[in-house]
Each structure stands twice: as structure tokens, then as C-alpha cells.
T-cell receptor, first 115, second 111 residues
Framework: DAGVIQSPRHEVTEMGQEVTLRCKPISGHNSLFWYRQTMMRGLELLIYFNNNVPIDDSGMPEDRFSAKMPNASFSTLKIQPSEPRDSAVYFC?????????????FGPGTRLTVL | KNEVEQSPQNLTAQEGEFITINCSYSVGISALHWLQQHPGGGIVSLFMLSSGKKKHGRLIATINIQEKHSSLHITASHPRDSAVYICAVSFGGTSYGKLTFGQGTILTVHP
């Protein structure tokens, strides 16, 4: 199994530009989570999906952030327009059936730098 | 507000020492996760437990539901154990496994 795949691994962009992060969950998993990690705030949940449906987006910081999951094998996290304070590592994770007692498998992360 | 607290925040040990990292939480949970993050940044799930104790190699995780407390133990520590260890909890109901994270414990094991 290839595990959770994220792309790009690194992204450097200028303030105001649109950024799109991509995630492919483990095949057969039906829950997908987007997390952000910063030095100041640690790991935070941004949004999660179950069966492609957004369940809780209360962690999405602003309207500049949006996430979609058009099918079971693909999700995107978009920031438009990007700001320097969005610089962080963004992780995607997936789990089997999304229950509270299921292990989550993390992707390698995308390190985003907004100049 | 649900909170997850870890201690210590930083831990330095000599190779071979027994290590304990603690995690406490403020409300009832469905499960507790221990994660490991190496300097390269990848996050790996070590344990998920809802009661009792689990062991994998030199790692042992315990949880006391009544006291809302969990510990991660490393026996015979090795420099390759140097990493950040993160405690996270998930709640029941319709939370679909949503995790709330502790701030992490930075472990450095010297040879």
C-alpha cells in the first residue's frame, strides 16, 4: 500500500497567490482529515470528511480556506489569497471508517511558505 | 474547551534509560492516540487505546480512564527514539474520529 499521498511536498509562493494542496487517501478508507502544524499552535484539525462529505469545518481559519473531496480517492485544500501567516506544514490523514477508535494514517505533509 | 496536556515538554535522556511521557485530558474520551514525529516531519501512529495497556517492542502505552491519564513508556531508550511524541484524543458520538492534540514532548536520547 502506498500510504497517504500528498503533493506538492514543498510549496513556496508569494502573498496573494492561490495555493492548492492535494491528497490521495489510502484506498478503502472513507474518512479524510486535513491538519495544519505550526510552531506556535502545534497540530490543529482544519476539516474532515466522511464518505466525501464535509463533517466538521470549524477548524478552517477563514473564508480564504476551502476544501473539497470530489471522490473517495482525492481531496484538495485551497488557500486564496494566501498570506504569510498561512506558512505551515499541512498534513492529510485517512482512516478506515472514521469512527473514534480508528487509527489515522498520515501523509508526509506539504511544507508551505508564503513570502 | 477540551484540553490535552502533556508533560514534560522537553526530555533529555542517556541511551538505555527508561522514559515516561505523560498525557492528561479534561473530559471523557473514546480513544487516545500516541503519535511519533521524527525530525524529517513524518507522523506515525504508535498506539491507539481506549483502556488498559498496549505494548509494541520497547514501547508501552497505558491509559487510566477514571483518572483521565495516559503514559507512554520507552524501555532501554536509544538515540533513534529521539523524536516528538504527541498525545491526541478522540471523542465519541458523531465526531468521526476527530483528534485533539497535546503540544508534544520533544525527546532527545544521547548515546
Amino acid at each position: 500500500d502506498a500510504g497517504v499521498i500528498q503533493s506538492p511536498r514543498h510549496e513556496v509562493t508569494e502573498m496573494g497567490q492561490e495555493v492548492t494542496l492535494r491528497c490521495k487517501p489510502i484506498s478503502g478508507h472513507n474518512s479524510l482529515f486535513w491538519y495544519r502544524q505550526t510552531m506556535m499552535r502545534g497540530l490543529e484539525l482544519l476539516i474532515y470528511f466522511n464518505n466525501n462529505v464535509p463533517i466538521d469545518d470549524s477548524g478552517m481559519p477563514e473564508d480564504r480556506f476551502s476544501a473539497k473531496m470530489p471522490n473517495a480517492s482525492f481531496s484538495t485544500l485551497k488557500i486564496q489569497p494566501s498570506e504569510p501567516r498561512d506558512s505551515a506544514v499541512y498534513f492529510c490523514a485517512s482512516s478506515g471508517n472514521g469512527g473514534p477508535r480508528n487509527e489515522q494514517f498520515f501523509g508526509p505533509g506539504t511544507r508551505l511558505t508564503v513570502l | 474547551k477540551n484540553e490535552v496536556e502533556q508533560s514534560p515538554q522537553n526530555l533529555t535522556a542517556q541511551e538505555g534509560e527508561f522514559i515516561t511521557i505523560n498525557c492528561s485530558y479534561s473530559v471523557g474520551i473514546s480513544a487516545l492516540h500516541w503519535l511519533q514525529q521524527h525530525p524529517g516531519g513524518g507522523i506515525v501512529s504508535l498506539f491507539m487505546l481506549s483502556s488498559g495497556k498496549k505494548k509494541h517492542g520497547r514501547l508501552i502505552a497505558t491509559i487510566n480512564i477514571q483518572e483521565k491519564h495516559s503514559s507512554l513508556h520507552i524501555t532501554a531508550s536509544h538515540p533513534r527514539d529521539s523524536a516528538v511524541y504527541i498525545c491526541a484524543v478522540s471523542f465519541g458520538g458523531t465526531s468521526y474520529g476527530k483528534l485533539t492534540f497535546g503540544q508534544g514532548t520533544i525527546l532527545t536520547v544521547h548515546p
